[in-house]
């Protein structure tokens, strides 16, 4: 859908030309191989996800693409074209002496090539993204899930793994390789993505359910504030602990199994702050269930009402949000014809999300431009397909 104002997606098609490209201009022959896996934007249940709730993700149009071939022995060797990722863009290791370290992009490549469910081999590989990388949108887990159906398509990967077992053993690369301790959506969805579906994830059983999102009337409208700020690093785990904190406290395994009422009732044992991360998880968990809902039976006037909650429970209970978020957000909402809006992604930057009537997306990005005081991107998304194998 083309938007006056809004940044065109590049087709896969052209990302596979660039990657092959790239790949005959370092190595000197033409790759065999090519698979991408989709950044996300998560439609509400924010930080719900390592506390096992519920989170409601669609995969985008932006992907990552890997091209590549065989090398030779074990030795693997990476190019990335991307922008903005630490230097420098080119990376020799080995399957049998593979640890973490500099570059840091790098390090998604090399956990996933270790964690991987079968016997990789060596292999020359080119890699290509249109995700916004810092953008609360996954560009991370695109990487990993691109680089784990790459090595599939590489290697025949074995039938009877699950997606789901990729997509975990995806995480425990992001866990040991980045140091990240994400749950599991980001790369449960980009690998289980759906065309026109969104997916609801239950973060404690791991099973999940696709929701059609098919309305040609209503569109998901990506706003990247194009800001970051270097928060997110160490809160991110300061949040994760706070929670577990509380689940704690409460006498829970996980603030999943906690209510309000268990939150009141103990109110006293609490320290604000975690009271507060406590109360924004518990009502988050709620709103995405009720979400979930109101999106099956065409409710987009609640479930905008659910996304702001959420921003406002994000912004003051959390404390993840950030000036230029919430301006966008506000801005936002201010517009006749857009449902709901809130910041995605861990927070401190990156991206808001906004339901919008397609007849009011281009009004929606023109007052959102005038009201924001930076330079912000904006992608109007339709919920698309999951990893996938591709032709060279």
């Known amino acids: 859908m083309a938007v006056n104002g809004a940044t065109a997606i590049p087709p896969v098609s052209e990302l596979v030309t660039t990657a092959c490209k790239a790949f005959k201009d370092k190595y000197g022959r033409d790759p065999t191989t090519a698979a991408c896996g989709p950044g996300r934007v998560n439609l509400i249940g924010e930080h719900t996800d390592y506390n096992e709730g519920f989170v409601f993700p669609m995969a985008l149009p932006q992907v990552t693409v890997m091209v590549g071939s065989k090398g030779d022995g074990d030795l693997c060797r990476v190019l990335t074209t991307a922008e903005g990722v630490d230097e420098p863009k080119y990376v020799e290791f080995s399957i049998k002496d593979n640890k973490p370290g500099t570059p840091k992009w790098a390090n998604y490549v090399k956990g996933v090539v270790a964690n991987y469910v079968g016997t990789p081999s060596g292999f020359d590989a080119v890699v290509v993204s249109s995700v916004p990388l810092g953008g609360g949108v996954s560009s991370s887990a695109s990487i990993e899930v691109a680089t784990y159906t790459f090595l599939d398509a590489l290697n025949g990967g074995a039938d009877n793994v699950l997606k789901k077992d990729k997509a975990l053993a995806c995480q425990k690369a992001e866990h040991e390789y980045a140091g990240m301790p994400c749950g599991i959506m980001d790369q449960f969805i980009s690998m289980m993505g759906e065309d026109g579906h969104a997916l609801l994830i239950d973060c404690r059983s791991v099973e999940s359910t696709l929701v059609p999102m098919k309305d040609p009337n209503v569109v998901v409208l990506v706003t990247n504030s194009n800001v970051k700020h270097e928060l997110t690093g160490s809160e991110y785990p300061t949040r994760r602990k706070q929670c577990e904190t509380a689940a704690s406290l409460l006498g829970k395994r996980s603030l999943r199994e906690a209510t309000d009422k268990d939150l009141e009732d103990s109110k ?34 609640k479930f905008g009402k659910l996304m702001v909650a959420s921003h406002d429970a994000l912004r003051d209970d959390y404390e993840v949000s950030c000036p230029e978020l919430d301006r966008l957000v506000e801005a936002a909402m201010e517009v006749e014809g857009v449902y709901g809006s809130r910041m995605t992604g861990g927070g401190f930057g990156g991206c808001t999300v906004t339901l919008v009537k397609k007849d009011s997306v281009e009004k929606a990005i023109q007052h959102i431009q005038s009201r924001y005081d930076k330079k912000a991107s904006f992608y109007v998304c339709a919920p698309s397909a999951g990893a996938k194998i591709l032709s060279v």
Do not use: F, M, P, S
């Open 268 to 301: 006293d044992k609490l320290d604000n702050v975690t009271y507060r991360r406590a109360r924004h998880v518990i009502g988050e968990i709620k709103r995405t269930e009720e979400a979930a809902n109101c999106l099956q039976n065409g409710d987009y006037v």
